[in-house]
């Protein structure tokens, strides 16, 4: 009897999932069902439903909050089309891992240790302290700025669409604040023929930069107040966000302001508004206020950069992290300054946060070129490389920015594609993490320079 009971017990424990692989179990089911639901009848304006692949890539894209698309949402989808969408982008940027445990934390059900792992994993968590307060806090947030704004878009749709109307505002209130960037719009058109609706640029302007800097960044604004009380990852986060949008505003600006075929023919004004929205977008939310196909090549390469940066830690958007980025640009000044530790605002950065940036940088550029060989492969030259790169970053960073090659992919393509906006959503080392078990050991090895550099 002990001895089956013992073997019972090793099975269990060789075939427990890991924490890492039951965030990443939990988004594949939901794009699963989301497949299934979009290949339905009723799903599609056609009443034939979407074709495997292409519900698969669609799927892929709502629940990773990507907004790569290969069907016109407007045109292609139904109202029960467009509400799954909807439901899918929605739990995608939570994920669904956070309500799932709101639902049963509510209900009153104990979590056990690892259990608590595992949503511990999934908000990218270094503890468990105050991970319950925290998604309560996140889901509270969520619902009071997408109330807010779906309110206000509500009102200025209402001249255009009518009681419609309710449904835009809702629509793009979640999409824009999960920066998922889906719009109902029509014809694959984004913003370019709404790039005059400043109200509604500052709206979605709004909504993108409060989903990108992170639920713990919004909770410090909300409850200390004040610079000198908020936390170092707050401080890093605001400092990151204001530099890459002035960055990227400037050099935007810079490249396209003579080019007739984007804002070369607007006012300064509108140039620079145009450029601002740009760079706040291009990092996570993808809605674009001009033809991309027409940019300039240093404007793709700039938003090539800013897209694989991303959003901050605990947001709905994806990229390496403007704190990883952070973190390895000061760890560079370091070095060339010939000290030791990494000192911000008065804080040290450990050495092991250091290598977990590294870390993080290398494997999201890793991941990024192999993807675009793949797809380079797989095109047949059809289109430039610049264009299938700023694809596949657009989907590793779930930015969603189209180049206009979208649709273009084979089924090869797709599914690429769609693999490295699940990558890019959980996390390039959630996702590695899933395949390698760690271990630590507490054996030294006798040190030995090599050269480098």
């Known amino acids: 009897m002990q001895k089956k009971f013992f073997i019972l017990s090793k099975l269990k424990k060789k075939f427990r999932l890991k924490p890492t692989q039951i965030v ?71 994920g669904l891992m956070t309500l799932a445990t709101l ?8 979590f056990q240790l690892d259990e608590s792992l595992v949503v511990q994993e999934s908000l990218n968590q270094n503890t468990q302290a105050g991970i319950f307060d925290l998604i309560g806090r996140m889901i509270k947030y969520t619902f009071a700025i997408e109330g807010f704004f779906a309110v206000l878009l509500t009102i200025h749709f209402f001249p255009e669409f009518g009681i419609n109307a309710v449904g835009y505002g809702i629509f793009h209130s979640v999409s824009i604040f999960c920066n998922a960037g889906f719009d109902l719009f029509g014809n694959y058109d984004s913003l370019c023929k709404r790039n005059d609706d400043y109200f509604l640029m500052a709206c979605f302007a709004a909504l993108i930069i409060l989903g990108s800097i992170g639920f713990t960044v919004i909770s410090d604004f909300v409850n200390k107040r004040r610079w000198k009380k908020f936390s170092l990852h707050t401080k890093i986060v605001v400092v990151s966000n204001i530099v890459l949008i002035l960055v990227g505003t400037i050099l935007i600006f810079g490249f396209e302001s003579y080019n007739a075929n984007t804002i070369g023919n607007l006012g300064l004004g509108d140039q620079l508004a145009q450029s601002c929205f740009t760079s706040i977008s291009c990092r996570t939310a993808g809605v674009n206020t001009f033809d991309l196909e027409q940019a300039e090549q240093m404007t793709k390469l700039n938003m090539i950069i800013l897209m694989f940066i991303g959003a901050s830690p605990l947001s709905t958007g994806g990229g390496i992290k403007t704190t990883t980025i952070f973190i390895i640009l000061m760890s560079m000044w370091t070095v060339l300054r010939g000290r030791n530790e990494i000192v911000i605002f008065g804080r040290r950065i450990t050495r092991k946060l ?16 192999t993807a675009t060989m793949i797809l380079s492969a797989l095109d047949g030259e059809r289109h430039d490389l610049e264009d299938v790169i700023f694809e596949t970053v657009s989907g590793f960073a779930t930015v969603g920015m189209g180049i206009g090659i979208t649709s273009d992919w084979d089924i090869g393509g797709k599914l690429i594609v769609a693999l490295t906006m699940l990558v890019g959503r959980v996390g390039i080392m959630t996702f590695m993490l899933s395949f390698i078990t760690q271990k630590n050991t507490v054996i030294k090895y006798p040190p030995e320079n090599i050269m480098v550099g």
Do not use: E
Not at 103 to 110: E, K, L, Q
Not at 358 to 366: D, P, R, S
């Open 354 to 369: 250091q290598d977990q940036a590294l870390a993080i940088f290398t494997l999201g550029t890793i991941w990024v070129i």
């Open 103 to 110: 639902i049963v934390h509510t209900m009153g059900y104990r």
């Open 24 to 94: 990443i179990l939990s988004f594949i089911l939901m794009i699963l069902l989301g497949t299934f639901l979009l290949m339905l009848p009723f799903s599609t304006t056609n009443n034939l439903g979407l074709h495997p692949v292409d519900a698969l890539f669609v799927s892929t894209s709502a629940s990773c909050v990507a907004g790569l698309t290969v069907v016109d949402v407007l045109n292609d989808l139904t109202f029960f089309g467009k509400v799954v969408m909807l439901i899918l982008i929605q739990i995608g940027g939570l």
